[in-house]
């Protein structure tokens, strides 16, 4: 079982950046890979970025490549979402998942979610 805490979010203005945070307790969570979602209301949770165990694998949405990036501290037990450039249509809860498998944008991919982190960027 792993446990997921996310923090980090908060309200920032547009073009600012913000550094998410997901803690994980658990001894093997440097075995799973791990994503950030978010999810604006009335709309389905997107995928955002993901890693892989090791790290030596990212894959990111369009919408946020170049501006996002996704890290992890195994020793830590901590993923990290570095988010520059934000812009108001991003305000949503963030949320962190984690993975045995490989990483992969789908939500059903995730077994372990966090309860999420809310991000809004003003105009």
């Known amino acids: 079982q792993v446990q997921l805490v996310e923090s980090g979010g908060g309200l920032v203005q547009a073009g600012g950046s913000l550094r998410l945070s997901c803690q994980a307790s658990?001894?093997?969570?440097?075995?799973?890979?791990a994503g950030w979602f978010r999810q604006a209301p009335g709309n389905e949770r997107g995928f955002v970025a993901a890693?892989?165990?090791?790290?030596?694998?990212?894959y990111y949405a369009d919408s946020v490549k170049g501006r996002f990036t996704i890290s992890r501290d195994n020793a830590k037990n901590t993923v990290y979402l570095q988010m520059n450039s934000l812009k108001p249509e991003e305000t949503a809860v963030y949320s962190c998942?984690?993975?045995?498998?490989?990483?992969?944008?789908?939500?059903?991919?995730?077994?372990?979610w966090g309860q999420g982190t809310q991000v809004t960027v003003s105009s």
């Open positions: 998942a984690a993975s045995m498998g490989d990483i992969s944008p789908l939500v059903e991919w995730y077994g372990f």
């Open positions: 658990g001894r093997t969570f440097g075995s799973y890979a």
């Open positions: 890693i892989s165990w090791s790290g030596s694998k990212t």
